[in-house]
């Protein structure tokens, strides 16, 4: 494999995997926006209806518990329905999406790391005999460079 087809194999696996982490950030980000609005939204009208339960629930324990108790109890209720709602607001649930999107990264990634094992085997391999690199019309135009370079000294110091 030669070096220019090995360089844009590497560039090609390195688009493809932050092709992949963009697709993986914009639908994280776009589900981080739906929920937030979602949530938003659920949070306002939950405020109306828990405000509205509360004056319920307040007014009827208060012939039988008291206005102390009754309010304690309708505290530790909402309460108790604020954990739930965070409890399962921190769900993280991933998208097919952001799943195909990590899949097609790590390929990528895997690929970029087979293309730099490449790239460093063929070096070394170059280290340790560069002439296997050089193929036979490379040599004779080296050669033939090389000797118009010395004839022309040569005549350049004849004069």
Do not use: C, Y
């Not at 220019?4 to 090609?12: E, G, I, K, Q, V």
Request: proline letters at 2%; hydrophobic letters at 55%.
């Amino acid at each position: 494999m030669n070096a220019d087809r090995s360089t844009a194999l590497l560039t090609s696996h390195l688009r493809m995997a932050w092709r992949a982490e963009a697709i993986i950030l914009e639908a994280g980000l776009s589900q981080a926006v739906r929920r937030a609005g979602l949530i938003a939204l659920a949070g306002l009208i939950g405020a109306f209806g828990l405000a509205a339960l509360d004056a319920a629930a307040f007014l009827a324990l208060t012939p039988i518990w008291g206005s102390a108790l009754a309010m304690g109890a309708v505290g530790l209720a909402d309460l108790a329905v604020a954990g739930i709602s965070l409890a399962i607001a921190s769900r993280k649930v991933k998208s097919p999406q952001i799943k195909i999107a990590e899949e097609l990264r790590d390929q990528a990634m895997a690929a970029v790391d087979l293309d730099v094992k490449l790239a460093v085997n063929t070096l070394l391999q170059f280290a340790r005999n560069p002439l296997d690199f050089v193929s036979g019309s490379v040599v004779s135009l080296v050669v033939s460079v090389a000797t118009r370079v010395l004839k022309s000294r040569r005549n350049v110091r004849a004069s």
